[in-house]
């Protein structure tokens, strides 16, 4: 990727991605003269460096154990299309180590007490341009300021209160469901108390098994009720009633047939009418 | 501030809120599967205790009978009076039991046999 020096009279067009070289004509900087242990505390006093007026963005920056604060104007207007600036870097950083560059128009970039200059005319000897930046190796050392977004206070803070808001409404609900579950877990442990299985499959068993026996029961009760609505007379009387498979052997004292009586509710298996006994077998199939 | 870090900042507290919906959406869910696993588990034991309770045997007072206690209980009732019989039969066969066989004979006097389920 190619590499520029970016200065006043640059008049290049450029249409590919390059890295940018602010020339210090875009640029305020001073040494800071405090003992600092780091980088972010030069980040945090870099401002009180300047008395600018207008919109400036303010940094710091360390070189051979010095830390350096920068102000650039934010509303810096580089003549390049920003899709193909990839990053903006300082002359300070990049061509810390030479003494003297000589630029274009009669132009060079000189140090003097650890910081860089752009004053005109050239140095003797001092390389070109255009040879420093061929065989230049970068730092990391990037400047954001294009990239910067202003934030207002208010908005700042609405915004953080609604994510803390949110953040711990959600907390709170998944704490106090949790708890819910713990609760039911305890209660349905309670459930153990009845001696009963707890999984729906052997209490579908058990429950099936049960309600069996109660339409057995009820089927029960209800013949009981119809075969002893059967219409005897009073020198009738029934010897005998029990159950057989799916069904009931009835003995009736008489000389009457009864089939078309117990026809109502049951199927005859079989009966019989002798000496004065009237036997039935019936059944529900 | 850098717009990057912020972007950056803005999404990681997108993703802690998705993060902690999902964890919410789903601690709701299990609470509330807990709830109505429950609520099933109750009911239907409340059914089965109902009718154990319903079905388990009454046969107090058949003191004209001969019981016999296996898996079930096998109620022999001989020579029984008018009275007797009615009130034994109300006894076993009005109250809920699980009657699994019977058979009633009137000769001279009443006999009953009956097995209930124990």
Known sequence: ?285 | MDKNRFYLIILLGVVLVVFLFNLYQNTKKEAFNEYYSLKNLETKIDEILYLQKKYSPKIKHLKKCKITQTDKYKINCNNLSKTEFKKITNTIFNSSNNIIKFSIQNDKSFNIYVEIAK
């Not at chain 1, 300047?50 to 102000?71: E, Q, V």
């Not at chain 1, 003494?99 to 140090?111: P, R, V």
């Not at chain 1, 442990?189 to 109660?214: A, D, G, R, V």
């Not at chain 1, 029934?238 to 026809?263: A, P, Q, V």
């Open chain 1, 1 to 285: 990727m190619k590499t520029i020096l970016y200065t006043k009279f640059f008049n290049d067009k450029i249409e590919e991605d390059v890295n940018i070289i602010l020339s210090p004509q875009f640029y305020w900087i001073k040494k800071i003269d405090i003992p600092l242990k780091s980088l972010k505390e030069a980040k945090k006093i870099a401002q009180n460096y300047f008395d600018l007026k207008g919109d400036y963005y303010f940094d710091a920056i360390k070189l051979d154990d010095i830390f350096f604060a920068i102000a650039i104007d934010k509303n810096l207007d580089i003549k390049i299309d920003k899709k193909y600036i990839k990053s903006i870097k300082l002359a300070q950083v990049e061509f810390y180590k030479y003494d003297a560059i000589n630029l274009e128009n009669n132009y060079q970039l000189k140090k003097i007490e650890d910081i860089l200059f752009c004053f005109p005319n050239h140095t003797e000897n001092a390389p070109f341009i255009d040879d420093v930046l061929k065989d230049i190796k970068l730092s990391k050392q990037n400047i954001n300021f294009l990239n910067n977004i202003e934030l207002d206070k208010t908005s700042l803070i609405l915004l953080s209160l609604s994510f803390i808001f949110i953040t711990f409404t959600l907390t709170l609900l998944t704490f106090s469901y949790k708890q819910e579950i713990k609760n039911l877990e305890l209660k349905k442990e309670n459930l153990k108390k009845y001696n009963l299985p707890l999984t729906n499959i052997q209490l579908n068993s058990i429950l099936s098994q049960l309600k069996e026996i109660e339409f057995n029961n009820i089927l029960l009760k209800k013949d009981l009720k119809f075969i002893s609505k059967t219409p005897l007379h009073k020198n009738e009387k029934f010897i005998l009633l029990e159950t057989i498979k799916d069904g009931y052997r009835i003995k009736i004292k008489t000389n009457k047939n009864f089939n078309n009586y117990f026809k109502q509710r049951f199927n005859i298996k079989k009966f019989n009418l002798k000496n004065s006994i009237y036997e039935v077998e019936v059944t529900h199939g």
